[in-house]
């Protein structure tokens, strides 16, 4: 009888809540309700009306939302923004100058690009965003940009997303030396999404791929503008269709094929290993399959590939690092301390062998043919500094003293910062208030 009573009061208090309630927001209008039926599960998760209602200006317009606590970035964010010099008036001048440069180019790209800029833009997405996270060949490349400006010859109907995906991934990395680059970067990636097919042939190998290697592109464009969707679902899509094509039997020949499907699942380690990280979650990957074995097998010898398996080797230790981080918490003390000294001590062990080798790797390489990847040095001593770093959080000796350890990482961050900066100038210059590459 009790139960009753309080079932039905429960019950009132909801009607009267309601009641005095004002009504919810319309969700969505009519076209939105079309746009979203278009839209599946790869594209990129934007908050609906009623989110953005409750979210504040600051939380919708925060770009470094994606960088949690546990991340490299996140650790170095309070440093880097810490100016250690007094800005000169002249430069406050000159930059509110250019700032109002940047407000005539409001409006949306409508699409419009020269070839000659294009051009600019995949050489700066392959001496960046293509060397850390490899995903297109340079003859990939190639044929991309001629067959978008060659219209007497066919073009693979998936050619034109992948062209709007390099273009605003090159412009996200060149946003530093060319704001007006947002612009471009946001527009490219509507028209990406715009164009699009949502179909696969999931009998085809080479369809899956082209799957593999397009959610592959729209990661590392959210890695680089986390405000724009949803980066953890898109990796785990990649994660989840990776694993389908690695057991599945193919009856198509893999040769070639299947060495850039190592590429691309080399790279899909080195994006879950940032991203898992930054978020303090544990990787889906590193509980592991058959298949890393031959991840770390070099067919080609290329230093492009050298550079592949590199990245997955350190991405690989570092989530193996973070997995024991988040076993070992304050509230779950499931390593013994000797386990745990022993573990950390082998962890430094294969660091030092990994960031070795790799300098011998790069001295061994004629100087013409590394000039390309000589930006990926900063990134190596990042990556070896980061490295060291999290052993310090498991096992303090292990890594050195803090303040050494921190240092380092700083540095090595700042340096790294500045490379990319002078990759985004060394591309960019301004001609007729308009970005040209």
């Known amino acids: 009888m009790k139960f009753n009573r309080r079932i039905h009061s429960l019950l009132e208090q909801i009607r009267h809540t309601a009641s005095t309630s004002s009504p919810a927001p319309t969700l969505r209008t009519d076209d939105e309700h079309v746009k979203r039926r278009t839209m599946g599960v790869l594209l990129p998760v934007r908050p609906g009306p009623q989110e953005e209602l409750l979210c504040g200006d600051s939380q919708r317009k925060c770009g470094d939302s994606f960088f949690g606590t546990s991340s490299a970035f996140g650790c170095l964010r309070n440093l880097l923004q810490k100016r250690s010099f007094t800005i000169p008036e002249t430069l406050r001048t000159a930059t509110k100058w250019n700032c109002h440069i940047v407000s005539p180019m409001r409006l949306p790209w409508n699409g419009e690009i020269t070839k000659t800029l294009a051009g600019g833009l995949f050489q700066l997405f392959n001496r960046s965003a293509n060397a850390f996270f490899p995903v297109l060949e340079s003859s990939t490349l190639d044929r991309i940009l001629n067959g978008f400006f060659d219209f007497s010859r066919s073009q693979p109907s998936t050619d034109a997303e992948l062209f709007y995906l390099v273009v605003a991934i090159a412009s996200s990395v060149g946003t530093k030396s060319d704001p007006r680059l947002v612009l471009w970067a946001e527009s490219s990636f509507a028209k990406a999404i715009e164009v699009l097919h949502t179909d696969c042939d999931h009998s085809s190998r080479a369809s899956n791929v082209l799957l593999f290697e397009r959610t592959l592109l729209i990661c590392i464009y959210l890695l680089l503008n986390p405000q724009a969707g949803d980066i953890w679902r898109h990796l785990g899509f990649a994660i989840r269709h990776y694993l389908d094509l690695s057991h599945r039997p193919s009856t198509e020949e893999l ?51 050298q550079i592949s398996v590199s990245s997955y080797l350190i991405a690989f230790l570092k989530m193996k690092i973070h997995n024991t981080l988040l076993a070992n918490d304050a509230n779950s003390l499931k390593v013994k301390r000797d386990d745990l000294q022993g573990a950390c001590q082998g962890h430094r062990r294969v660091l030092d062998e990994w960031f070795v080798r790799w300098k011998e790797r790069m001295n061994s390489v004629p100087e013409v043919a590394r000039e390309p990847y000589a930006g990926l040095i900063s990134w190596v001593e990042f990556s070896y500094h980061h490295g060291i770093f999290l052993i310090s959080l498991l096992w303090p000796t292990a890594g050195g003293d803090a303040p050494r350890v921190c240092n380092a990482l700083s540095d090595a961050g700042l340096q790294l910062t500045r490379q990319q900066q002078l990759f985004g100038k060394l591309f960019s210059v301004t001609q007729d208030d308009a970005p040209i590459l």
């Not at 979650?281 to 298949?291: K, T």
């Open 255 to 305: 040769d070639e094929g299947h060495d850039r499907f190592c590429t691309l699942t080399r790279t899909l380690y080195c994006l879950e290993s940032q991203v898992s990280i930054a978020f303090g979650r544990p990787s889906l990957l590193a509980i592991g399959d058959g298949l890393r074995k031959e991840l770390t097998n070099q067919t080609t010898g290329t230093i492009r590939e």
